[in-house]
């Protein structure tokens, strides 16, 4: 029998039983630490109440018409009725029952929850003795009812006159504060309000409305949460582990703290590679294999210690850090850890400084931050923060939300910023030096971070201006497939020529933002010649002469593998959109999804920088410039307006602040250390990202333009090549290439590419056209996607027949990703083959017989440069394709080719692209 219990408060005209019917997910997760109760509250819900939070409710209409719904009390002004009876039911089936250690409660449940804690805290313990914690769900605040107090006075303060209250009283119990993003009877901000009278709370947001979230994240939430205050036994409970990508960047972060900081001790268990010549100190994956979660602690100290020592505590504090399985994404769990008594360290002085460190955490939210919750720390106690009184922080939450402080510092746009002007001729001449970084590191392939790993989803972005083409481009790249699907109809009596087609694609339209929100597809890339095993013609004899045939995951053309990659069409832009114009902002954001990007250009000239049609000719060349102007003017603006805290905090605060462009710190180090080489070898200043306080404008602008250039590599679609204006355009922008962060250009007709792919999905023909197919879009893709040097490895189960691994006939029969019969048809007809699952005969994918010949080099993975073969064993674990641990495994380059040996640590390439992995778990 489970011993701990958790009282399940409902909402307004709910019923505990109704409540517990849809938190049996949550229930079935936590069954052996907690037993959940959910009474019924006291009274009947009766129209007569007055006020709005009455309304409160998580009831359908046919619920809200049942006369049985309850209530906990019944409002009248500022006198909660019934509320005394309330209280008193619940505290004897608190005391009766036993075992009750916290409380789950939702909208107007939770308001009598953060009654019940008010009063558990103005008591010291006496009241619901043994309360551990609290959960608010939609939780909101009001003034404490009138009543509330003649309850106090009557049932506690005649044995004790020690109980006082006053509104401002906080709330020290654990507290986690759950609130949905679409909630249109209780807001975030309502919520968030709540939780800031209580000490170090937890927030989660979920996606959802006005209810219990009970989905797989959330119920992580709940988990996290409990686990915290050791409700869980953990081998009672899964551990839910990080991503490649998380994991990834959790451990970068930890090796630098421990660089940095020598106060940085690491909690969470390691397993050290040699322990024999180990280093204590090195952190480095090299040296150690992390174990999740990681937590760990950093002993906060004054960075003068004879100058600021009377402004720390007397005695030592640390900070903890717990990463939870979805940082930086979210914020790291934190607290404070000392040894100090109430006089020594008080607890508003404790609340200051986790206010203090959660505004951090929520400004550099989507980042790594624990650096800058050292940096901030130290900055509360040496501006004085422990002097600060209790009213103090009351006058602060009255005159200005948490929410409000932040969006003020990151939208003023007359920020006082230290970095020194320039002029405009130097802005110019820092850009274009930027420029040439980015070339210099695209030369040498230096662009990526080297640290390798799986490329999971590879985005192409497409840019450009408004009604440029970008959406037909879309179209004929990804056979008219977005996420959010379409079924394939003509409109007119089956007029192909509609100027807005009503296939599943993007919307097309000959006016500005067409496009409203992010379209996203799947796209096909032909590989690289030499970029495959099959590009060696003895190989494919090998394979002729044993009679095997050569396979294909998703198809050919021309010979060439195709290989999936993401497509996101995003919103038109517009000249001055980081500032907001057009639909800029939300444009810029998309941005950071991409690996890289297409500018797709109306090379015709008949169109302004906004989109709209005009009647004499204007050179396309200009719309190069302010594309990747706007990019350059987002990045810059946003690093801009921290740069007193940048000066403070030293290099690596602007290391954070380029990471959160979703990149690694090993990538921003490179872009830091080819800027660093530039300007000493021509400005003959060394170490200037020591020395931040001197930079200015020029000197920022040429450090984004090399980031934004080598983070964003932009290929060109020199699109409606068919209009006779657009041929000297075309002409002269490729001779000028690279330019303006264009490396790679490919002219093309998007719109008769798209009529090709539409034709063929919606009468689907087999008959060979080919000769009407230019394949431009496809070329366009491919020059893309070799910007990014992606690795191919090629996965197989044995290297005599260079069979498919068996754990990857679900991704080459079930994946999102493959062709649809429509996109098959498409590709035979423009002289392609269909994947080698696909059967023509039943019009869809299957698995072949047992004794049926597998095709060989089926399957290809993306991965990073610099990836190890280890990294491939451990996509291929990850993606549960492989089981076990790994014992060895064989490479080869080329089909026939006798493979050989390789190391777990080899870096993986041409020479060993065919790769068999052996485990100690045998291959289903």
Same mark, same amino acid.
């Given at each position: 029998?489970?011993?701990?219990?958790?009282?399940?408060?409902?909402?307004?005209?709910?019923?505990?039983?109704?409540?517990?019917?849809?938190?049996?997910?949550?229930?079935?997760?936590?069954?052996?630490?907690?037993?959940?109760?959910?009474?019924?509250?006291?009274?009947?819900?009766?129209?007569?109440?007055?006020?709005?939070?009455?309304?409160?409710?998580?009831?359908?209409?046919?619920?809200?018409?049942?006369?049985?719904?309850?209530?906990?009390?019944?409002?009248?002004?500022?006198?909660?009725?019934?509320?005394?009876?309330?209280?008193?039911?619940?505290?004897?089936?608190?005391?009766?029952?036993?075992?009750?250690?916290?409380?789950?409660?939702?909208?107007?449940?939770?308001?009598?929850?953060?009654?019940?804690?008010?009063?558990?805290?103005?008591?010291?313990?006496?009241?619901?003795?043994?309360?551990?914690?609290?959960?608010?769900?939609?939780?909101?605040?009001?003034?404490?009812?009138?009543?509330?107090?003649?309850?106090?006075?009557?049932?506690?303060?005649?044995?004790?006159?020690?109980?006082?209250?006053?509104?401002?009283?906080?709330?020290?119990?654990?507290?986690?504060?759950?609130?949905?993003?679409?909630?249109?009877?209780?807001?975030?901000?309502?919520?968030?309000?709540?939780?800031?009278?209580?000490?170090?709370?937890?927030?989660?947001?979920?996606?959802?409305?006005?209810?219990?979230?009970? %989905?797989? /994240?959330?119920?992580?939430?709940? @988990?996290?949460?409990?686990?915290? *205050? $050791?409700?869980? &036994? #953990?081998?009672?409970?899964?551990?839910?582990?990080?991503?490649?990508?998380?994991?990834?960047?959790?451990?970068?972060?930890?090796?630098?703290?421990?660089?940095?900081?020598?106060?940085?001790?690491?909690?969470?268990?390691?397993?050290?590679?040699?322990?024999?010549?180990?280093?204590?100190?090195?952190?480095?994956? %090299?040296? /150690?294999?992390?174990?999740?979660? @990681?937590?760990?602690?950093?002993? *906060? $100290?004054?960075? &003068? #210690?004879?100058?600021?020592?009377?402004?720390?505590?007397?005695?030592?504090?640390?900070?903890?850090?717990?990463?939870?399985?979805?940082?930086?994404?979210?914020?790291?769990?934190?607290?404070?850890?000392?040894?100090?008594?109430?006089?020594?360290?008080?607890?508003?002085?404790?609340?200051?400084?986790?206010?203090?460190?959660?505004?951090?955490?929520?400004?550099?939210?989507?980042?790594?931050?624990?650096?800058?919750?050292?940096?901030?720390?130290?900055?509360?106690?040496?501006?004085?923060?422990?002097?600060?009184?209790?009213?103090?922080?009351?006058?602060?939450?009255?005159?200005?939300?948490?929410?409000?402080?932040?969006?003020?510092?990151?939208?003023?746009?007359?920020?006082?910023?230290?970095?020194?002007?320039?002029?405009?001729?130097?802005?110019?001449?820092?850009?274009?030096?930027?420029?040439?970084?980015?070339?210099?590191?695209?030369?040498?392939?230096?662009?990526?971070?080297?640290?390798?790993?799986?490329?999971?989803?590879?985005?192409?972005?497409?840019?450009?201006?408004?009604?440029?083409?970008?959406?037909?481009?879309?179209?004929?790249?990804?056979?008219?497939?977005?996420?959010?699907?379409?079924?394939?109809?003509?409109?007119?009596?089956?007029?192909?020529?509609?100027?807005?087609?009503?296939?599943?694609?993007?919307?097309?339209?000959?006016?500005?933002?067409?496009?409203?929100?992010?379209?996203?597809?799947?796209?096909?890339?032909?590989?690289?010649?030499?970029?495959?095993?099959?590009?060696?013609?003895?190989?494919?004899?090998?394979?002729?002469?044993?009679?095997?045939?050569?396979?294909?995951?998703?198809?050919?053309?021309?010979?060439?593998?195709?290989?999936?990659?993401?497509?996101?069409?995003?919103?038109?832009?517009?000249?001055?959109?980081?500032?907001?114009?057009?639909?800029?902002?939300?444009?810029?954001?998309?941005?950071?999804?991409?690996?890289?990007?297409?500018?797709?250009?109306?090379?015709?000239?008949?169109?302004?920088?906004?989109?709209?049609?005009?009647?004499?000719?204007?050179?396309?060349?200009?719309?190069?410039?302010?594309?990747?102007?706007?990019?350059?003017?987002?990045?810059?603006?946003?690093?801009?307006?921290?740069?007193?805290?940048?000066?403070?905090?030293?290099?690596?605060?602007?290391?954070?602040?380029?990471?959160?462009?979703?990149?690694?710190?090993?990538?921003?180090?490179?872009?830091?250390?080819?800027?660093?080489?530039?300007?000493?070898?021509?400005?003959?200043?060394?170490?200037?990202?020591?020395?931040?306080?001197?930079?200015?404008?020029?000197?920022?602008?040429?450090?984004?333009?090399?980031?934004?250039?080598?983070?964003?590599?932009?290929?060109?679609?020199?699109?409606?090549?068919?209009?006779?204006?657009?041929?000297?355009?075309?002409?002269?922008?490729?001779?000028?290439?690279?330019?303006?962060?264009?490396?790679?250009?490919?002219?093309?007709?998007?719109?008769?590419?798209?009529?090709?792919?539409?034709?063929?999905?919606?009468?689907?023909?087999?008959?060979?056209?080919?000769?009407?197919?230019?394949?431009?879009?496809?070329?366009?893709?491919?020059?893309?996607?070799?910007?990014?040097?992606?690795?191919?490895?090629?996965?197989?189960?044995?290297?005599?027949?260079?069979?498919?691994?068996?754990?990857?006939?679900?991704?080459?029969?079930?994946?999102?990703?493959?062709?649809?019969?429509?996109?098959?048809?498409?590709?035979?007809?423009?002289?392609?083959?269909?994947?080698?699952?696909?059967?023509?005969?039943?019009?869809?994918?299957?698995?072949?017989?047992?004794?049926?010949?597998?095709?060989?080099?089926?399957?290809?993975?993306?991965?990073?440069?610099?990836?190890?073969?280890?990294?491939?064993?451990?996509?291929?674990?990850?993606?549960?394709?492989?089981?076990?641990?790994?014992?060895?495994?064989?490479?080869?380059?080329?089909?026939?080719?006798?493979?050989?040996?390789?190391?777990?640590?080899?870096?993986?390439?041409?020479?060993?692209?065919?790769?068999?992995?052996?485990?100690?778990?045998?291959?289903?």
């Amino acid at each position: 029998m489970v011993g701990n219990k958790i009282l399940v408060l409902h909402g307004n005209r709910q019923t505990g039983e109704l409540l517990l019917g849809r938190l049996v997910k949550l229930q079935n997760a936590v069954a052996k630490e907690f037993q959940f109760v959910a009474p019924d509250a006291p009274f009947l819900f009766a129209d007569g109440d007055d006020d709005l939070e009455e309304s409160r409710h998580d009831s359908n209409d046919l619920e809200s018409s049942l006369r049985w719904q309850r209530t906990w009390w019944h409002r009248r002004g500022n006198v909660y009725h019934g509320l005394e009876e309330s209280i008193t039911m619940m505290e004897h089936l608190w005391n009766d029952d036993g075992g009750f250690v916290g409380i789950l409660a939702f909208s107007q449940g939770s308001r009598f929850a953060h009654i019940i804690s008010t009063l558990h805290t103005v008591t010291n313990g006496d009241a619901f003795r043994g309360l551990r914690s609290v959960v608010h769900v939609s939780g909101y605040i009001s003034p404490m009812p009138t009543n509330f107090m003649t309850h106090l006075e009557d049932q506690w303060c005649q044995y004790n006159n020690n109980f006082h209250f006053d509104e401002s009283i906080r709330i020290s119990l654990p507290s986690l504060h759950v609130m949905g993003s679409t909630d249109k009877l209780v807001s975030i901000q309502e919520s968030k309000e709540l939780s800031d009278l209580y000490s170090e709370p937890m927030i989660h947001i979920h996606s959802g409305g006005h209810h219990v979230p009970v %989905k797989a /994240r959330d119920i992580e939430q709940y @988990i996290m949460f409990w686990r915290k *205050l $050791q409700c869980f &036994d #953990e081998p009672a409970v899964t551990c839910t582990y990080p991503d490649e990508e998380h994991a990834q960047a959790q451990i970068d972060e930890v090796y630098a703290l421990s660089q940095i900081f020598p106060t940085f001790r690491l909690l969470s268990e390691t397993e050290i590679n040699d322990p024999d010549n180990a280093d204590p100190d090195d952190y480095s994956q %090299k040296c /150690r294999k992390y174990a999740h979660p @990681i937590c760990y602690t950093i002993l *906060l $100290q004054p960075e &003068d #210690e004879e100058m600021q020592q009377e402004l720390w505590p007397p005695k030592t504090i640390s900070l903890h850090v717990k990463y939870p399985p979805d940082y930086p994404d979210c914020p790291p769990i934190i607290s404070l850890q000392h040894e100090m008594n109430y006089f020594e360290f008080s607890s508003n002085q404790s609340d200051l400084l986790m206010k203090k460190l959660t505004l951090t955490m929520n400004d550099e939210q989507g980042m790594p931050c624990v650096m800058s919750l050292v940096y901030a720390a130290r900055d509360f106690f040496g501006e004085g923060g422990l002097a600060k009184r209790p009213a103090a922080l009351q006058q602060e939450e009255k005159s200005v939300s948490k929410d409000e402080a932040i969006e003020k510092e990151l939208q003023d746009q007359s920020f006082a910023s230290s970095l020194q002007p320039a002029s405009g001729a130097r802005i110019e001449k820092c850009r274009r030096e930027g420029w040439l970084i980015a070339l210099k590191m695209m030369e040498n392939k230096s662009n990526n971070s080297g640290k390798g790993g799986s490329w999971k989803q590879f985005t192409i972005g497409l840019v450009g201006k408004p009604s440029a083409g970008k959406s037909t481009f879309f179209n004929a790249a990804t056979a008219f497939a977005r996420q959010r699907g379409g079924i394939p109809t003509t409109k007119n009596n089956g007029n192909e020529d509609e100027d807005i087609i009503t296939l599943g694609g993007a919307a097309m339209a000959p006016h500005p933002f067409t496009t409203i929100d992010p379209n996203i597809g799947f796209c096909f890339v032909p590989t690289m010649d030499g970029s495959c095993p099959e590009d060696d013609e003895e190989g494919c004899e090998f394979l002729s002469k044993l009679g095997i045939p050569l396979g294909s995951c998703h198809g050919r053309v021309d010979e060439r593998r195709l290989i999936p990659v993401v497509l996101k069409d995003v919103a038109g832009l517009v000249p001055g959109a980081y500032e907001g114009r057009g639909k800029g902002n939300k444009f810029l954001d998309d941005l950071t999804d991409a690996d890289v990007l297409i500018h797709v250009l109306d090379a015709s000239g008949k169109a302004d920088s906004e989109g709209n049609k005009v009647l004499d000719i204007i050179n396309p060349i200009n719309d190069l410039e302010w594309i990747s102007n706007e990019i350059v003017a987002w990045v810059f603006t946003n690093v801009k307006q921290k740069w007193d805290s940048v000066v403070r905090r030293g290099r690596s605060k602007l290391l954070g602040l380029f990471s959160g462009y979703k990149q690694s710190q090993s990538f921003v180090e490179d872009i830091f250390t080819a800027v660093e080489n530039f300007v000493r070898e021509n400005d003959g200043r060394d170490s200037v990202f020591d020395k931040l306080e001197s930079f200015d404008d020029g000197d920022l602008y040429r450090l984004v333009s090399a980031f934004v250039m080598a983070r964003f590599p932009m290929g060109l679609a020199l699109n409606k090549n068919d209009i006779l204006s657009s041929a000297p355009f075309i002409e002269e922008i490729t001779s000028k290439l690279p330019i303006h962060g264009c490396f790679v250009a490919q002219d093309l007709s998007a719109d008769k590419e798209m009529r090709f792919i539409r034709h063929h999905i919606l009468h689907q023909s087999i008959a060979s056209t080919a000769s009407n197919f230019e394949g431009s879009v496809w070329r366009c893709l491919q020059k893309a996607f070799s910007l990014r040097s992606p690795v191919l490895v090629f996965p197989v189960s044995e290297m005599q027949t260079y069979a498919p691994l068996p754990g990857l006939n679900n991704f080459a029969t079930r994946d999102p990703s493959l062709p649809s019969k429509g996109f098959i048809s498409c590709l035979e007809s423009a002289g392609g083959t269909a994947p080698s699952n696909w059967d023509n005969n039943k019009d869809m994918y299957v698995i072949q017989g047992k004794n049926e010949i597998k095709p060989a080099l089926r399957d290809v993975i993306l991965m990073k440069p610099g990836s190890t073969v280890n990294d491939v064993f451990l996509t291929l674990k990850n993606m549960k394709v492989l089981e076990g641990e790994f014992v060895r495994a064989e490479a080869a380059s080329k089909l026939g080719e006798k493979p050989k040996l390789v190391s777990k640590l080899d870096i993986v390439g041409n020479g060993n692209r065919i790769l068999m992995i052996m485990t100690t778990k045998r291959q289903k």
